[in-house]
């Protein structure tokens, strides 16, 4: 069965600082994998997919992420954290016929002024 | 650009009383999706609806029904409300079926429910 792991519920980092969340996968056939953000009192939004290509994936707000098949990893990164980045980060990965999203259990960014 | 519009934002009920979550979206996206957000736990798909006039299951559908009365709007109702289900629901819509690469999902802001 697929799974999703999010290492680190929390991760502060200063103002400023390189952001990285990490996101590692289980699955028995390549996935397609995204990131999705959740700002306070919101609902989620696309950050960025990766889906066939190039593995280094650019997305919204200069973040990226990139696919690593032998490590099953999508850890997702910024080079400089900015105070409205501070919100809720998902790792989804999707594979198979019904393409039902499988998720991880979240990281929630605090940015240090 | 109203997107995907959830009511209400927030409700408490008593164990045992029953209600009905709608969800509307106006991008003519073909399926919507409703999940429950709980914490360290992700997101649990509840039900969904590939296409207008279908339904599934999801992870977690016991104690809740859906219906999808046309392509804009789903609801999720609640029979018979129990603490279990206090929780942040969220409805979702997506052009194609589910996370299909070119299909991401469009959320609602949610609704709050806590059971008491």
């Known amino acids: 069965a697929q799974s999703v792991t999010q290492l680190g519920s929390h991760v502060s980092v200063s103002e400023g600082a390189l952001v990285l969340l990490r996101c590692n996968y289980s699955s028995s056939v390549p996935p397609y994998l995204f990131w999705y953000v959740q700002y306070p009192n919101q609902g989620l939004q696309l950050l960025l997919k990766?889906?066939?290509?190039a593995t280094l994936v650019k997305g919204i707000n200069g973040f990226e992420a990139e696919f690593k098949k032998s490590e099953t990893s999508f850890h997702l990164t910024k080079p400089s954290a900015h105070m409205s980045d501070a919100a809720e980060y998902f790792c989804?990965?999707?594979?198979?016929?019904?393409?039902?999203?499988?998720w991880g259990a979240g990281t929630k960014l605090i940015i240090k002024p | 650009n109203a997107g995907v519009t959830q009511t209400p934002k927030f409700q408490v009920l008593k164990t045992g009383q029953s209600m009905t979550l709608q969800c509307a979206q106006d991008m003519n996206h073909n399926s919507m999706y409703w999940y429950r957000q709980d914490p360290g736990m992700g997101l649990r798909l509840i039900y969904y609806?590939?296409?207008?006039?279908?339904?599934d299951k999801g992870e977690v559908p016991n104690g809740y029904n859906v219906s999808r009365l046309n392509k804009r709007e789903f609801s999720l109702r609640l029979e018979s409300a129990a603490p279990s289900q206090t929780s942040v629901y969220f409805c979702?819509?997506?052009?194609?079926?589910?996370?299909?690469?070119?299909?991401?999902?469009?959320f609602g802001n949610g609704t709050r429910l806590t059971v008491t």
């Open positions: 609806s590939a296409s207008e006039g279908t339904t």
């Open positions: 979702a819509s997506s052009e194609l079926q589910s996370s299909s690469y070119n299909s991401p999902l469009h």
């Open positions: 989804a990965v999707s594979e198979g016929s019904n393409y039902q999203l499988i």
């Open positions: 990766y889906t066939t290509g």
